[in-house]
């Protein structure tokens, strides 16, 4: 894979980053805190998205992940792939030709992480292939029986992948990702929620697009 990462690889002025983890990780929350950071440190255009999106596509998915729609699982790959072409040429796309930044709550790597539960990963990472790839991929590691502890506490019902099993085997997804992809970084997220943004703050600032594009005093310049 590594030829094919490096075609892949964003070639826009603008800051790539996606942040991912099991349901219950914390992922979404890292987001929030990392937009709200970069908000205080640029005046850059900052796109806070995820996948999947609110469009119509993003929609059928949706409901497949509730179960309120039966769609054969390799169909729903399909979706995720066409939301996510849309997804790049409606919204990330735009952004990162201007020198913006994009974080994103999930991306490839998800789709190549739950999906492998009922289809091949080789033919999901193959469907992705000709999409950009991120310049900082996070994965935020917590333990799947915390993830969905977590989640009970917080949800009436919990959604199709959510479950202990289930998520062992999404999160055996995630790491064969990780071999295959660039720029992926695996982090413990079973510490205090400000411990692991100050870790993610770190590795965002070592990176040759922050140091490039951004300053801690840009805002006020």
């Not at 990780?25 to 995820?50: H, P």
């Not at 917590?142 to 062992?168: G, N, T, W, Y």
Request: glycine share 8%; aromatic share 8%; net charge negative.
């Amino acid at each position: 894979m590594p030829g094919e990462a490096e075609a892949m690889m964003n070639p826009h002025l603008g800051f790539f980053i996606d942040i991912e983890g099991l349901d219950g990780s914390g992922a979404s929350t890292q987001v929030e805190k990392v937009v709200a950071w970069f908000g205080k440190e640029t005046d850059k255009k900052i796109l806070r998205t995820k996948e999947p999106t609110d469009n119509v596509i993003g929609g059928l998915i949706r409901g497949a992940l509730t179960r309120s729609v039966n769609i054969p699982m390799d169909a729903l790959q399909l979706l995720f792939a066409a939301d996510r072409a849309h997804h790049l040429e409606s919204e990330i796309v735009p952004v990162l030709k201007h020198g913006g930044i994009v974080v994103t709550d999930r991306y490839i790597p998800s789709t190549v992480a739950f999906g492998s539960l009922d289809v091949e990963k080789e033919w999901l990472l193959g469907l992705n292939e000709r999409f950009l790839l991120p310049d900082l991929t996070i994965f935020i590691r917590v333990d799947p029986a915390e993830c969905v502890r977590r989640m009970q506490k917080s949800r009436i019902r919990l959604e199709l992948f959510e479950d202990v099993e289930k998520l062992r085997g999404v999160w055996r997804g995630y790491e064969w990702v990780a071999k295959q992809m660039a720029n992926v970084i695996i982090l413990n997220g079973e510490r205090p929620v400000e411990e692991v943004f100050h870790e993610i703050r770190s590795l965002i600032e070592k990176h040759p697009k922050y140091k490039k594009g951004i300053s801690a005093n840009e805002k006020n310049t």
